[in-house]
């Protein structure tokens, strides 16, 4: 017997309420690859079309790779997307958390529409003109921060996908940058390229060691 699933789904409740007290447009925005050994940070805006919303949004982590591919197909045709995309030189000298609000604050700027209010997803909000509000867990609960973490996730797997061909053998097709078992055995093999964070401590014990501990 299938059981249902009963896990509390993203919906669309929060930005109804606040579109008739007249915040509209609304933007929900989320990142990926804060945690990664290598390579960028990414983060989506996304203005959700009320009348187009696509079915089955939900936390880019609860989907795999082929649903996430069709709901980012979904997402850029019917709403109002725009990417940040904070570079390893960038999350190096300002740190991760400094790297992913400017990444955050660069995607709200880019939308083609100014929202009079922003969902963040989290408990830090990037410094922008118009009104925030943050949510942790947001991407479970916002229906417009999961479709953000979506377009973000997709974005940042398939720069690395591309990444991967000018460093061959690390496994960043596969991996992404996350520390796996692949990837540190990479590191241990190759050494660290150009696309690591020398901020991040396992990098740091990889340069100064010559390997991974």
Same mark, same amino acid.
């Given at each position: ?80 997307? +725009?990417?940040? @995309? !904070?570079?390893?030189? &960038? ?11 400017? *990444?955050? =604050? ?18 830090? +909000?990037?410094? @922008? !003109?118009?009104?925030? &509000? ?11 921060? *999961?479709? =953000? ?65």
């Amino acid at each position: 017997m299938k059981i249902a699933d009963s896990r509390i789904k993203p919906t669309f409740e929060l930005e109804a309420a606040e579109h008739v007290l007249g915040a509209r447009p609304i933007a929900g925005v989320d990142e990926a690859g804060r945690g990664p050994w290598a390579g960028p940070v990414v983060a989506a805006a996304v203005i959700l079309n009320p009348d187009k919303i696509p079915a089955n949004i939900d936390d880019s982590k609860m989907l795999d790779e082929d649903s996430r591919a069709f709901l980012y197909r979904r997402i850029m045709k019917v709403a109002i997307v +725009a990417v940040g @995309v !904070a570079d390893v030189d &960038r999350i190096d000298r300002d740190n991760i958390l400094g790297a992913t609000l400017w *990444a955050m =604050a660069e995607a709200i700027s880019q939308l083609a529409e100014k929202p009079k209010l922003v969902l963040v997803d989290g408990n830090k +909000a990037p410094r @922008v !003109a118009m009104q925030t &509000r943050t949510i942790v867990k947001g991407d479970t609960k916002c229906l417009s921060i *999961a479709a =953000a973490s979506i377009i973000a996730k997709v974005t940042r797997d398939r720069i690395m996908m591309q990444v991967a061909r000018d460093y061959p053998g690390y496994g960043f097709e596969r991996h992404k940058g996350y520390g796996t078992p692949e990837h540190q055995s990479a590191i241990d093999k190759l050494g660290v390229c150009p696309l690591h964070r020398r901020s991040f401590k396992p990098v740091q014990l990889a340069l100064g060691l010559g390997a991974l501990v």
